[in-house]
């Protein structure tokens, strides 16, 4: 019954994160666009007013005239529309979703038994849970350092963004050095997220408020407010791609449970930052076909890099196990979790719809079996202590 009541929860809390990301990711989205799509107003009255770009639409049967004023509006009318809820629920629910699962379970899901660092190997749970919880704090901290000390007056952005592009390079690196893969993956993209959540809340919606203050007040606001807003809101905008595709990177153990994961991981937040800044472009009106091509260019890189190697398992140096040594293996690895009722105390079903009770099952799952099995993948935190030799025999397995 726990398990089941844990099970509902994950299900409602991953609800409503994806659909708090997909308000919050629109909006940004379409403000990045609105942003870029700016043109100079046509009537000169809207000029004197102080606009300084608008847009015209047509939506949902209606049409619409966004402007947008260089600093502000002669009179700030009091029903401003604000947007952070999006961004804050977005965070807390992905958070609270890491914990039931990832956390609550930090020897299945969080410590790697073959990572090659033996101190990470060797974590126990709570330090597992620690470790990951100073990695996302770590990462909202390096980022926002190198944010203020590199460009403090939003003039060097350009390598602040290289900067950027670092970090995460080392952030991909060592989260699969120091957690599985499936839970690298998720963390990295963590981090990119919780920059993300962290900018709106400590940077873009306090400066905001301090210029609608100045406003207020009559006085001018100060436009480094402005300006910083701008500048995290532009990191946001590319960290977006590459966070959704991290975060549904846990249904493909495929591209996290190969050994050079982290290069995968790197290869495809650089396709997805490659591909956002051609829509980027493209609503200022620039097409620069070079950027998709660099990012596609990437990820078939990614698909050769994580392809599965034909000697996975070293299977040539045994002969073709019988029926009866691989029934015998997945009923010793294998069945305790992915059965119809599982044994294990944390699974109200079976894990990921896999359910080996028989032999027509194992049979039809030959090559995920096999795969997960090469990949150390499984038995989840090798619970089962599977041993190379066993893992050998699996390979070795034919129709
Ligand atoms: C301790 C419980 C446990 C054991 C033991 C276990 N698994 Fe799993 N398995 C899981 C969980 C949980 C998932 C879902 C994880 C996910 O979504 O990536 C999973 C997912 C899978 C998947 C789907 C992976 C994917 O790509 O989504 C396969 C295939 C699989 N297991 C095979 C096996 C095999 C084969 C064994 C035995 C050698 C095994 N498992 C042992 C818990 C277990």
Not at 50 to 63: P, Q, R, S, T, Y
Request: net charge neutral.
């Amino acid at each position: 019954m726990q398990a089941y009541i844990i099970d509902f929860a994950n299900l409602l809390l991953r609800w409503l994160h994806v659909i708090a990301a997909i308000a919050w990711i629109g909006e940004s989205i379409y403000f990045v666009m609105l942003d870029n799509g700016l043109r100079t107003p046509k009537a000169a009255e809207d000029r004197e007013k102080g606009v300084f770009g608008e847009m015209w639409a047509v939506h949902g049967g209606g049409f619409y005239h966004n402007q947008k004023y260089a600093t502000a509006p002669a009179k700030l009318p009091n029903d401003l529309h604000w947007s952070f809820w999006k961004a804050y629920t977005t965070w807390l629910s992905g958070f609270a979703l890491f914990v039931i699962l990832y956390m609550a379970n930090p020897g299945f899901y969080l410590v790697n038994p073959s990572s090659n660092w033996a101190w990470a190997a060797g974590m126990i749970g709570w330090q597992a849970n620690l470790l990951a919880l100073a990695f996302l704090l770590g990462g909202w901290v390096v980022y926002n350092e190198l944010c203020k000390r590199i460009s403090p007056n939003m003039n060097r952005d350009g390598l602040l963004s290289v900067a950027v592009a670092v970090m995460m390079i080392v952030v991909a690196y060592l989260s699969t050095q120091m957690f599985t893969g499936r839970a690298a993956f998720l963390l990295t993209g963590a981090v990119m997220a919780t920059a993300m959540s962290a900018n709106v809340f400590f940077w873009i919606i306090p400066g905001q408020r301090r210029m609608v203050k100045a406003m207020k007040a009559g006085e001018a606001p100060n436009p480094l407010d402005g300006k910083r807003g701008k500048q995290r809101s532009v990191h946001n905008t590319y960290f977006t791609l590459p966070v959704v595709l991290l975060m549904v990177s846990n249904h493909y153990s495929f591209i996290y449970s190969h050994e050079l994961s982290w290069v995968v991981m790197v290869l495809f937040i650089f396709a997805g930052a490659l591909i956002r800044q051609f829509f980027v472009l493209m609503h200022a009106g620039k097409t620069q076909p070079a950027y998709p091509a660099v990012g596609i260019g990437l990820i078939l890189l990614a698909f050769w890099v994580a392809a599965p190697s034909p000697t996975a398992g070293n299977a040539s140096a045994s002969e073709a196990p019988s029926q009866a040594q691989v029934s015998g293996l997945i009923d010793q690895h294998c069945t305790q979790c992915h059965a119809r009722n599982p044994d294990h105390a944390g699974f109200s079903a079976p894990p990921a719809g896999f359910a080996f009770d028989t032999w027509e099952e194992i049979l039809g799952h030959r090559g995920q079996i096999q795969q997960v099995v090469a990949s150390r993948y499984m038995p989840l935190g090798n619970i089962t202590n599977m041993s190379d030799e066993e893992r050998d025999i699996i390979a070795a397995w034919e129709e």
